[in-house]
C-alpha cells in the first residue's frame, strides 16, 4: 500500500466543507426555482455512460473525457458535459412527447483540465436545453435565461458575448480556403492568435476586402453598430444569415432587458465541435475564464436518430461561487440559531423544546449529554450557534 | 475606469517594451528593471506596471494578475499558456535552432535519432523531434547550453539564437530552425473582453507607431 496517497485527493478533485456546501445547495435551489419559473423541467442522466454515445455525440472523442472499463471490456465514459447525454434522453426516451422540450439539470461534470482555482476535473454544471425550436426566439430565450440565472446566484456585474459559428464558415467558403488552412484558422480563432492568423492570411490568395476582414476577425468586437457595418461589408449570404439572425436574436433580447449585458463577438468560437448557430459566454470581472457558456447544435440530434434543432447553455457553479467569494458577496458561515442544553434529568424537556423550535423553523442542535450552564455557553460557542436554551 | 496591470519581462526584451508603451501614452514614473517597487501605477491613466521573471510572465497575464504584457514568442510557445496573442511587435528577434558541434555533424537529420539534447527549451525540443518522429534523450539545463555538448552530456543542443556568435565561438554549427520568434504583446481572455475599447485602440496605436519605425528604418 502507498501510504503517500491515504491522505491525498486524485488530481483536480475537491473537498466542499460545511459552510461553503450550504452557500452552494442555496445557490442551486435558486438558480433550480428561478429554472422552474421559464417552464423548464428537471431531468437527471447516469453519471457514466458507453463511450460511443459521447463520441456520436461530439463527432469524436477527446483527450478531455475520462475513460475506464466495465465488466465486459466497453469502454465508459464519466459524462464530459450534459448536452450529449440529454440529447440521447430525448431521443430514445422522449420522441413521443410531442411539446418543446425544456430541460434543465444541476449535474457534476468530469474533464480532464489543467486545474487551476476555478478549473477542476470535477464541477459541477447547471444548464438548460431547448429541444424542438429553431427559432430566434428559442435563441433570445436561452440568452435571457442565462442572465436571469446569474442573476439569480448573486452576480450583478457580467459580460455576454454573442457570436456565431456560420459567420466565420460562410467566410471561409467566401474565400475557398483548403481544408489544411481552414484547421490552422479555426484554431487560431479558436486560440485567440491574432498574430498567427495574420500569418496564415497573409500567405493566401484573397481580395483585400476579404483579407482586411480576416485580418480583423479577432477584433470584431462590438454592439449593434458592428452588426451594421458588417452587414454593409460582407457579401457572402451564409455569413449575412449568421448577422441577421443575431441582430434577429438581440432584438428579442431587448425585449427581456437583457440587451445592457450582451456585446458582439464574431470571434467566438466555442471549443466543443457540436455548434452550428448561435454561441455566447459570459464573463466577469474576478475570474480568468468564462463562468457561463452555450449555443445553437441543430446536427446532434440527428446522430440519436432524432433530426431536432435545440439550443441550451450551461453555468460553473463552481466558478460562480468562487467569484462571488472573491468579490465578498458569499456567506459560507455555517452557523444555527440555536443550541439547547440541559441539566440534570431534563433531557426529556430538551427534545420537546427542540422540536418546537425546529417546527417554528429555526436551525437547532441539541446538546447529547447533560451539562452545567457554563459548558453550555461554551458549547454553544464551539458549534456556531447564535442563542443558548438552557434547561434547568 | 478599471486599471490596466502591464507585465513587462525582466531581461532583453524590457527597455525597448518601456519605450514603445511610452510612446502609445502608456507610461509611468520610474519604471526601471531593478525597481524596488512592485506595483508602479500611473494614477492620472490608470495604469499599473508590474516587472516579472521572463518565464512567469504569461502564468500572470494567464490567471488576469495582469491583463496584458509583453513576452518572445520562444517563451509563448514554450510555456504554453491560455492567453491571447494580439500583436506581432517585430522587436527580440531570435530563433530557437538545433545545433551540433562541427565534428559531428551527419548528413541527414534523421540521422540524429536516439542522441541526447540539451536545451532550456525541453517542451519545444520534444515537440520539434516529435514532429520529425525522431526519439531523443532531452536534457533540462536552465543555462550556459553550449557547455553540454563540449563536455560530453549531450551530442545536440536546441537553443535562442539572435546573431550566432556564441555557436560560432563553441563550434557549432546549426541544422534547423525550431521557431523564429520576436516580442508579443498577450492580453488575457477576459480582460480583452472586458476592458475591449482600450486594447484595440492599443492594439490600433500600437501598429502605427510600429509602421512608422518600420518606414524610418527603410
Known amino acids: 500500500m502507498n501510504d503517500n496517497k491515504v491522505l491525498q485527493l486524485p488530481y483536480g478533485t475537491k473537498d466542499i466543507l460545511p459552510g461553503e456546501a450550504r452557500a452552494k445547495r442555496k445557490m442551486e435551489d435558486k438558480i433550480a426555482a428561478n429554472f422552474l419559473t421559464w417552464g423548464y423541467d428537471e431531468v437527471a442522466t447516469p453519471t457514466f455512460e458507453y463511450l460511443d454515445t459521447f463520441a456520436i455525440g461530439n463527432g469524436g472523442i477527446s483527450d478531455e473525457s475520462m475513460k475506464f472499463l466495465d465488466r465486459n471490456n466497453r469502454t465508459l465514459v464519466l459524462r464530459s458535459d450534459m448536452t450529449t447525454p440529454l440529447a440521447r434522453m430525448v431521443s430514445t426516451r422522449l420522441s413521443k412527447d410531442k411539446s418543446l422540450k425544456r430541460l434543465f439539470y444541476i449535474a457534476n461534470i468530469f474533464r480532464y483540465e489543467e486545474t487551476q482555482a476555478g478549473r477542476q476535473c470535477e464541477f459541477c454544471q447547471a444548464g438548460v436545453e431547448l429541444m424542438g425550436a429553431a427559432e430566434p426566439t428559442a435563441d433570445a430565450e436561452v440568452l435571457a435565461l442565462a442572465i436571469a440565472s446569474l442573476q439569480a446566484a448573486g452576480l450583478v456585474d457580467f459580460t455576454l458575448s454573442l457570436g456565431h459559428i456560420e459567420f466565420l464558415a460562410g467566410l471561409m467558403e467566401e474565400a475557398q480556403i483548403g481544408e489544411k488552412d481552414a484547421v490552422a484558422i479555426e484554431k487560431a480563432v479558436l486560440e485567440h492568435n491574432a498574430v498567427g492568423l495574420e500569418q496564415i492570411i497573409h500567405k493566401l490568395y484573397l481580395t483585400p476586402e476579404l483579407k482586411a476582414i480576416f485580418n480583423r476577425l479577432l477584433f470584431l468586437h462590438g454592439g449593434e453598430e458592428l452588426i451594421e457595418e458588417l452587414l454593409g461589408l460582407v457579401k457572402n449570404e451564409k455569413s449575412r444569415a449568421a448577422l441577421r439572425n443575431l441582430a434577429d436574436i438581440y432584438n428579442l433580447a431587448k425585449e427581456y432587458g437583457v440587451a445592457k449585458f450582451i456585446s458582439f463577438d464574431l470571434s467566438l468560437n466555442r471549443n466543443l465541435d457540436y455548434y452550428t448557430g448561435m454561441v455566447f459566454e459570459v464573463y466577469t470581472a474576478n475570474m480568468g475564464f468564462n463562468i457561463c457558456g452555450g449555443g445553437r447544435y441543430d446536427s446532434m440530434m440527428k446522430s440519436f436518430g432524432q433530426d431536432c434543432p435545440a439550443t441550451g447553455f450551461a453555468m460553473g457553479i463552481d466558478r460562480i461561487m468562487l467569484v462571488l467569494e472573491r468579490q465578498n458577496n458569499l456567506n459560507i458561515s455555517s452557523d444555527w440559531d440555536v443550541l439547547v442544553a440541559w441539566g440534570h434529568d431534563k433531557v426529556h424537556e430538551a427534545i420537546k423544546k427542540v422540536t418546537e423550535l425546529r417546527k417554528q423553523g429555526k436551525t437547532v442542535k441539541m446538546a447529547t449529554t447533560e451539562t452545567t450552564e457554563i459548558q453550555a455557553m461554551e458549547l454553544k460557542k464551539i458549534n456556531h450557534c447564535n442563542s443558548l436554551v438552557y434547561l434547568k | ?218
Open chain 2, 1 to 218: 475606469m478599471d486599471y490596466l496591470t502591464i507585465a513587462l519581462p525582466k531581461g532583453k526584451l524590457f527597455a525597448k517594451s518601456v519605450e514603445l508603451l511610452a510612446k502609445v501614452g502608456y507610461s509611468a514614473e520610474n519604471v526601471v528593471e531593478d525597481s524596488r517597487k512592485l506595483v508602479i501605477t500611473n494614477e492620472e491613466t490608470k495604469v499599473r506596471f508590474i516587472i516579472t521573471k521572463t518565464v512567469d510572465l504569461p502564468t500572470y497575464v494567464e490567471y488576469g494578475a495582469a491583463d496584458i504584457g509583453i513576452i518572445g514568442k520562444d517563451v509563448l510557445l514554450e510555456e504554453d499558456k491560455d492567453v491571447y496573442e494580439l500583436l506581432d511587435l517585430k522587436y527580440g528577434k531570435c530563433r530557437l535552432m538545433l545545433a551540433v558541434p562541427e565534428h559531428k555533424r551527419r548528413p541527414n537529420l534523421t540521422d540524429y535519432a536516439h542522441l541526447r539534447v540539451a536545451t532550456k527549451y525541453h517542451n519545444s525540443a520534444r515537440k520539434y523531434f516529435d514532429k520529425l518522429g525522431i526519439q531523443t534523450e532531452i536534457i533540462k539545463l536552465n543555462g550556459s547550453i553550449e557547455l553540454a555538448p563540449i563536455v560530453g552530456l549531450s551530442e545536440l543542443i536546441v537553443d535562442i539564437v539572435e546573431t550566432g556568435t556564441t555557436l560560432k565561438e563553441n563550434k557549432l554549427v546549426e541544422l534547423d530552425v525550431v521557431y523564429h520568434a520576436s516580442a508579443r504583446l498577450i492580453a488575457n481572455k477576459v480582460s480583452f473582453k472586458l476592458q475591449f475599447e482600450r486594447l484595440n485602440k492599443l492594439v490600433k496605436d500600437l501598429r502605427v507607431v510600429l509602421e512608422e519605425e518600420n518606414t524610418k528604418c527603410k
